[in-house]
């Protein structure tokens, strides 16, 4: 890699990893540090094939699917995540605030197995369309449709507090805020 291509490089990392970590932190069911490793694991990889990318943010983002689905295919058991118990609601009316509806959000996410929560990641914070989903997981978009209904239906048994924030004619989606910090990014 010559000085012009890393310069380049730098460039993409400095200015994109704050969102790209989001994603890898959001596929890696919160947990910061799984994130951070995917994200580095990813920025590896394309930093060898740099001067052949012709889109970066897309070739890194595929990269991190890529690396997720591998890691759910793996034999080994999962981690746990341990997650503190949401605070009690100081707040008027049904006490129940946008920071302890990420945690229960967070939480929910974590007990979802990876590839019920990649595809969520991909479908509802990437917006992904079914096919493209599809295309990336290596499935049918009929796979990706079964898998969104039954990753939502186990959402919302996880944590029914998230039912009054969905919209009536809409399907649930997770909550986020603003900056999209559900996963305490």
Excluded at 8 to 19: I, Y
Aim: hydrophobic share 40%; proline share 6%; with cysteine.
């Amino acid at each position: 890699m010559d000085a012009q291509e890393q310069d380049s490089f730098r460039d993409f990392v400095e200015t994109r990893s704050p969102a790209l970590l989001k994603t890898a932190v959001l596929l890696s069911g919160g947990d910061r540090h799984a994130g951070e490793d995917l994200l580095q694991n990813a920025l590896v990889k394309a930093a060898g094939r740099w001067r052949r990318i012709d889109e970066p943010e897309a070739y890194v983002r595929r990269i991190l699917y890529r690396q997720q689905v591998s890691r759910w295919r793996l034999k080994w058991p999962r981690r746990e995540l341990a997650v503190a118990e949401p605070p009690e609601s100081a707040a008027a009316g049904d006490g129940t605030s946008a920071a302890e509806l990420r945690i229960v959000l967070r939480g929910a996410l974590a007990k979802l197995t990876t590839r019920q929560r990649t595809v969520l990641v991909l479908r509802y914070f990437e917006d992904l369309p079914e096919a493209e989903v599809a295309q990336i997981l290596g499935c049918s978009v009929g796979t990706v449709r079964s898998t969104t209904h039954r990753s939502l239906a186990r959402l919302r048994s996880l944590a029914p507090e998230l039912a009054r924030v969905d919209q009536p004619d809409r399907e649930p989606r997770p909550v986020s805020s603003p900056d999209f910090s559900p996963m305490e990014v």
